[in-house]
């Protein structure tokens, strides 16, 4: 059980990475920006070269593990992430800042694609779907005291100690997986490192009809809320008028949101269906996007009630995401690793192009950000219910 408790701890530690190495420095955007002598929207590169690079690696990171083994990866991945996040707090000139930007995307998420795996790999049914609520209990707190401590950190000593801070967080996780991280995978199951097998296997899953309209759900449902994440420093600042300081009143309700429904669903996992849970999931979040809709078209954006919603529909979404995470890697068993990779390349992806084109777009007003995240609601809920009707077909 203490051994499980670790695993948990630890895994949801890699979790955090991605989302913090996010969200902690976006109160520093009109700092750098001052600094480096450049437009904001440029400094709004450093978010989607991240988000570009982090996606595009996702598709490795578990392949690799398949093949060399969970432990090796992660640890190698805390490395790199570690040396980029100095680079970063060096960085000469906003160049310089993208490039080490893109080393950290590379980096950062080994972790949530291989713990996804490394649960696979111990656990199954309700006692897999527990563990992965666990972990976003613990990882979710990220998004709430990232933005929060990056706005202290920018005030007290400039943005470059926000890198200063990341880099630490790599050693100390480099250090806990060193000593606390087991390996998940007997060198007797790992995959034969060879390209035609390991394209035979991305082209079976991708051609897998009920595995990507599980993986579209799933990462639709997750940029409904995203899209407040990747627009905050203008919806803080310019839609609600909040200081730099203030990112907490949109931030808070969104973890305690994700919180919330990771406890709900871990506690009700052993007692509900996959498919009761994913039902109370999605009725949240269809009616926390209907609410949002209406209300700012009809009122201006104000706290609390433009970010109340937000924490319905992140419940919602919370309560139904280690189900649907489950059934996914379900559908592959001999290669969760590659499967975990598709599952979250696609999700971040999507966070990408949200941070890089809609993000833009649709921050300039509430109703805008609630439009989108309505449409995206609906796009999910279709994914999730034709995908629901299809029988398991054997991966």
């Known amino acids: ?29 009109e700092s750098i920006a001052n600094d480096f002598g450049v437009a904001p929207v440029l400094v709004q590169q450093t978010l989607s070269t991240y988000l570009a690079c982090f996606a595009m690696m996702m598709l490795f990171h578990g392949t690799l593990s398949d093949s060399f083994g969970r432990r090796p990866v992660i640890l190698a991945s805390l490395v790199v992430y570690t040396l980029a996040s100095a680079g970063a707090a060096l960085s000469p000139s906003l ?43 613990v990882f979710a707190v990220a998004p709430a005291v990232a933005p929060v401590l990056g706005g202290w950190m920018e005030v007290g000593f400039g943005w ?8 630490v967080l790599g050693v100390l996780l480099a250090v806990g997986c060193w000593h606390l991280l087991p390996e998940s995978l007997p060198k007797e199951r790992r995959q034969v490192f060879h390209a035609g097998r390991i394209l035979g296997n991305y082209g079976a899953v991708l051609r897998h009809p ?9 990462a639709l449902a997750s940029i409904g809320y995203f899209v407040y994440v990747a627009s905050a420093p203008h919806f803080v600042i310019e839609v609600l008028r909040l200081s730099e300081t203030s990112f907490a009143w949109l931030f808070i309700p969104i973890v305690i949101g994700l919180v919330g429904g990771a406890t709900t669903a871990g506690r009700l996992a052993h007692r509900w269906r996959p498919v009761r849970l994913i039902t109370l999931g999605y ?12 209300y700012n078209s009809m009122l201006p954006a104000q706290v609390p009630w433009a970010v109340m919603p937000l924490f319905l529909y992140t419940f919602g979404v919370s309560v139904a995401s280690p189900s649907i995470m489950v059934l996914t890697l379900n559908v592959f068993p001999t290669i969760r690793g590659l499967a975990a990779s598709m599952q979250a390349f696609v999700q971040t992806l999507l966070y990408a192009a949200v941070s890089a084109l809609v993000a833009p777009l649709v921050a300039q007003s509430a109703l805008g950000l609630a439009v989108f995240v309505f449409l995206t609601a609906v796009a999910s809920l279709v994914c999730i219910v034709i995908a629901m009707r299809m029988a398991p077909a054997p991966g």
């Open 1 to 29: 059980m203490q051994q499980l408790r670790s695993l948990t701890l630890i895994l949801a530690g890699l979790a955090m990475l991605g989302p913090f190495s996010i969200d902690t420095y976006l109160p520093s955007f």
């Open 95 to 137: 160049g310089w800042l993208i490039a080490f930007r893109a080393l950290q995307g590379l980096s950062a998420g080994a972790g949530t694609v291989v713990g996804r795996a490394m649960i696979r790999d111990r656990l199954s049914g309700a006692h897999a779907q527990k563990m992965l609520s666990d972990v976003t209990v």
């Open 160 to 167: 470059r100690s926000v890198f200063v801070l990341l880099c």
């Open 210 to 218: 009920r595995f990507l309209l599980l993986v579209f759900a799933l």
């Open 283 to 294: 009725g949240l979040v269809a009616l926390s996007a209907a609410a949002n809709l209406l």
